[in-house]
Antibody, heavy 120, light 108 residues
Framework: EVQLVESGGGLVKPGGSLRLSCAAS????????MNWVRQAPGKGLEWVSS????????YYADSVKGRFTISRDNAKNSLYLQMNSLRAEDTAVYYC?????????????WGQGTMVTVSS | SYVLTQPPSVSVAPGKTARITCGGN??????VHWYQQKPGQAPVLVIY???DRPSGIPERFSGSNSGNTATLTISRVEAGDEADYYC???????????FGGGTQLTVL
């Protein structure tokens, strides 16, 4: 079964850091681009970051650039999001999603999400 | 930055056709993807590359894209289609993915 499972969410104080992980199974992870998408409570979807299959291409939303770092370990079938200098407005459910292309590709498989709450 | 505009809500009676629009500057030149999200669940891809359907998505779901508007059409709407729907494109000028604000589909 093709599956993505996020972990690492939790409660963190403003200015703090958190590292999210996404474990992939059921497909050849190294052949796909991967993405992070977030959804604040009661709000719509917001793209966060994308990384190509070999990590050659990396893109960030303006709202997180310079604070978040996306990475992947193809040997471990895992995607990561290092989040630093967290703000209240980063509070959201964070989803990892697979795409067949970096850029135009659709997000065809999604994880169940992990909740990040930034509050003092 | 590129903006996608969706109506906040669409209502339709069971068995009728729902059309959800996604407006953007010359969106017809971009590939549009559509996602369905039910409460408490992760999004699900229902249409990709304007009009293709993933396996497992009913034929009742279709898509089109031309000019400044992309449209998701759901024929013979069922109660189970009630959900939020989001359109999405890749903006190559900024190298950003962009989501529309979402449309809540209500089945009357």
């Amino acid at each position: 079964e093709v599956q993505l499972v996020e972990s690492g969410g939790g409660l963190v104080k403003p200015g703090g850091s958190l590292r999210l992980s996404c474990a992939a199974s059921g497909f050849t992870f190294s052949s796909y681009s991967m993405n992070w998408v977030r959804q604040a409570p009661g709000k719509g979807l917001e793209w966060v970051s994308s990384i190509s299959s070999s990590s050659s291409y990396i893109y960030y939303a303006d709202s997180v650039k310079g604070r978040f770092t996306i990475s992947r370990d193809n040997a471990k079938n895992s995607l990561y999001l290092q989040m630093n200098s967290l703000r209240a407005e980063d509070t959201a459910v964070y989803y990892c999603a697979r795409s067949d292309l970096t850029g135009d590709g659709a997000f065809d498989i999604w994880g169940q999400g992990t909740m990040v709450t930034v509050s003092s | 930055s590129y903006v996608l505009t969706q109506p906040p809500s669409v209502s339709v009676a069971p068995g009728k056709t729902a059309r959800i629009t996604c407006g953007g500057n010359n969106i017809g030149s971009k590939s549009v993807h559509w996602y369905q999200q039910k409460p408490g669940q992760a999004p699900v891809l229902v249409i990709y590359y304007d009009s293709d359907r993933p396996s497992g998505i009913p034929e009742r779901f279709s898509g089109s894209n031309s000019g400044n508007t992309a449209t998701l059409t759901i024929s013979r709407v069922e109660a189970g289609d009630e959900a939020d729907y989001y359109c999405q494109v890749w903006d190559s000028s900024s190298d950003h993915a962009v989501f529309g604000g979402g449309t809540q589909l209500t089945v009357l």
